[in-house]
């Protein structure tokens, strides 16, 4: 039976402030769901109730992972029911190496002991696919990586943990040409019956290694239409402005800007930023 992840009418605040307003999404083993909207619409905020993070209170609606409502499930919790979270903005955790931090998650997720030969075989074989440093091993967990090994970083978590749904919440961003295709095809590699996808993006051009199965577009709080490819190639050409017409949207954000201000970088793309402001 395939794993299904579903969110029913989910309504979140933040700071008393109410930003997901009746979320409803169904993914299922096998699928690949893109989410795209203008910043500030609530996508990182949809990303963070899923895994649980304590800033983001559920006022309303359930998140179910097999028939079972995980809300009142704390992060670790989710984690070893085989959520995961790539997040837009790894921390960088001086003292403790990468790979200790991995085998050391691997360890809680499955309950059981993890043998040093075997992770390291599994670890190599990983660092190998993301083509990332042979160094890796005893770094620190983030600590001094630039912007692009940290989201290699994640997806090296994502590999190692085999989660049943990943949540990659901007993965893409901050990215050059040549790790996007390494990246893309990383996690198109996960693919099966047994894994469930929710990307979160901006940008066409990730979509070139990963084709998802359903696109759809969030503004204020909700999702508010669903579709395929075609739906992102129009959103690529025309920006977001057909949508709003069509639904008669104001453009108004739903999380205050502040929540999330950081300096653009590099690999975004100026022309939605524009669009979104």
Not at 48 to 73: C, F, Q, R, T, W
Not at 123 to 151: C, T, V, W
Not at 261 to 268: F, S
Request: net charge negative.
């Amino acid at each position: 039976m395939k794993p299904v992840l579903e969110i029913k009418n989910l309504h979140v605040e933040v700071d008393d402030k109410e930003i997901l307003k009746g979320v409803n999404l169904t993914i299922k083993g096998g699928e690949i769901h893109v989410i795209m909207g203008p910043n500030g619409t609530g996508k990182s905020t949809l990303s963070s109730a899923i895994m649980g993070n304590p800033k983001y209170h559920v006022i309303e609606g359930k998140i179910l992972l097999n028939d079972e409502n995980v809300i009142d499930m704390p992060v670790d919790e989710r984690a070893r029911k085989g959520l995961f979270l790539a997040m837009q903005y790894p921390s960088e955790v001086p003292g403790v190496t990468n790979s200790d931090f991995i085998r050391t998650a691997m360890q809680s997720k499955t309950g059981k002991s993890i043998p040093l030969y075997k992770f390291i075989m599994d670890f190599d074989k990983a660092i190998e696919k993301l083509q990332m440093r042979s160094d890796l091993p005893h770094r620190y967990l983030n600590d001094g990586f630039s912007g692009g090994e940290k989201k290699r970083n994640e997806i090296l978590q994502m590999l190692m943990l085999k989660p049943t749904f990943a949540i990659l919440d901007e993965i893409d961003s901050g990215l050059d040409v040549d790790a996007l295709k390494i990246v893309g095809e990383a996690i198109d590699s996960l693919r099966s019956e047994t894994f469930g996808c929710l990307l979160i993006t901006h940008y066409q051009r990730i979509l070139d290694y990963i084709k998802p199965d359903y696109v759809h577009v969030m503004m204020k709080g909700a999702i508010v239409k669903s579709g395929g490819m075609e739906l992102i190639e129009k959103i690529d050409q025309e920006g977001y402005d057909w949508i709003k017409e069509e639904l008669g949207i104001e453009n108004e954000r739903v999380v205050p800007e502040e929540a999330h201000k950081r300096p653009a970088m590099i690999g975004e793309c100026a022309t939605k930023k524009s669009l979104d402001l």
